[in-house]
């Protein structure tokens, strides 16, 4: 019964280096969310997608890629990372329609030094 | 611009106790409101969903009401217990299927 699972868990960069971020659900989802949070500010939406093959910004999309090339999976991407992009990130999925729940992974702590 | 506030930040309360943590928005043209709960080193549970059109969910000890038209809901624990201590966030949806979160309310009861 696996949900939403993210890989990796943890992760320290150096600035400037390149990552993906994954993430994988097993409940046949439309939507898919990458949020981060922050201590006083909250969850914030990064990028998300409305199924296969797209994908929109949403709050703070700067410095981030991601593509959904698979129904299952959604990447984000950080091309250079940066300091400021220290944070632990959320991916979330959720079936067609607004009343339907969204459903978290357990979440990617990443570190930039 | 969608705001949503979580008051109080903390709350600490003795075993047994009930409680509620409020939830305010600025923009009353929402979908529906979600309370989640997060535990520490830990992704968001859904915990209750009330669409637009409800003024109340109930699961268990946990009720959440809705006045969309004043901005609020609650989330009423009844008969708290050490096992509920966890950060609870409220989430409004106001278009599309983008949620707008706040900061959370961090619970403890203490034994």
């Known amino acids: 019964n696996a949900g939403v699972t993210q890989t990796p868990k943890f992760r320290v960069l150096k600035t400037g280096q390149s990552m993906t971020l994954l993430c994988a659900q097993d409940?046949?989802?439309?939507?898919m969310y990458w949020y981060r949070q922050d201590p006083g500010m909250g969850l914030r939406l990064i990028h998300y997608s409305v199924g296969e093959g797209t994908t929109a910004k949403g709050e703070v999309p700067d410095g981030y890629n991601v593509s959904r090339l698979k129904k299952q999976n959604f990447l984000l991407g950080l091309e250079s990372a940066a300091p400021s992009q220290t944070s632990v990130y959320f991916c979330a999925s959720q079936s067609g329609g607004s009343n339907q729940p969204q459903h978290f992974g357990d979440g990617t702590r990443l570190s930039i030094l | 611009k969608q705001e949503v506030t979580q008051i109080p930040a903390a709350l600490s309360v003795p075993e047994g106790e009930n409680l509620v943590l409020n939830c305010s928005f600025t923009?009353?043209?929402?979908?529906?409101l979600q309370w989640f709960r997060q535990d520490p080193g830990k992704g968001l549970t859904s915990l209750l969903l009330i669409q637009s059109s409800q003024r109340e969910q109930t699961s268990g000890r946990l009720n959440a009401s809705l006045d969309k038209s004043s901005g609020r809901s609650t989330l009423y624990i009844a008969a708290s217990q050490p096992g509920d201590s966890a950060t609870y966030l409220c989430?409004?949806?106001?278009?599309?299927?983008?949620?707008?979160f706040g900061e959370g309310t961090q619970l403890t009861v203490n034994p």
């Open positions: 409940m046949n989802h439309e939507y």
């Open positions: 989430a409004v949806r106001t278009s599309g299927s983008r949620l707008t």
């Open positions: 923009d009353s043209a929402i979908y529906n």
